[in-house]
């Protein structure tokens, strides 16, 4: 959160920064943990390597597991997936959407409104990085893509 205050992330930051999260969100998914809530100040970024550590999993929920704590009204939060506060049942698909609007927030170094988000008009995100993020924003969850495996497979062609 702290550095996006200052803008946008650097080309190499967005692709370090971005792939981490993924791959932390997916070992998450990997153990059957959701954690249904995402944003840029639940990532500490280590100062030696700017490696990215997921925190504060108040909200994370171990899926089929037994019932979970949840507030009764759900603070309001820009890059929590609109699911999460309703009665609809909740899956990975959730934290797909949370990561995309940390990514188009990295990218642009704004937090635009739900179902505006675009990505800059440059070659520096490759179409199937670009297709993956816009897809993950999308508001329904069945646009989403099914899990973080696919969102890392996209990815790797950046390098």
């Not at 791959?23 to 990215?52: W, Y």
């Not at 609109?82 to 959407?97: F, K, M, N």
Request: aromatic residues 6%.
């Amino acid at each position: 959160a702290d550095r996006l205050e200052q803008g946008s992330l650097g080309d190499y930051e967005l692709r370090f920064i971005m792939k981490g999260i993924a791959a932390g969100l997916a070992e998450l998914h990997k153990n059957n943990i959701i954690r249904r809530g995402l944003r840029p100040a639940s990532v500490l970024l280590r100062e030696e390597s700017d490696r990215p550590i997921l925190t504060d999993m108040e909200l994370a929920k171990i899926v089929a597991g037994g019932p979970t704590v949840s507030p009764k009204e759900w603070p309001d939060d820009p890059y929590r997936a609109l699911e999460v506060s309703g009665d609809t049942p909740v899956d990975e698909r959730a934290d797909i959407y949370s990561w995309g609007r940390v990514f188009v927030h990295a990218a642009t170094g704004e937090l635009c409104e739900r179902g505006d988000e675009s990505l800059p008009e440059d070659d520096a995100i490759p179409d199937t990085v670009r297709d993956v993020v816009m897809k993950s924003v999308e508001l329904l969850p069945s646009k989403r893509p099914s899990d973080m495996k696919a969102v890392l497979k996209a990815m790797q062609v950046w390098e």
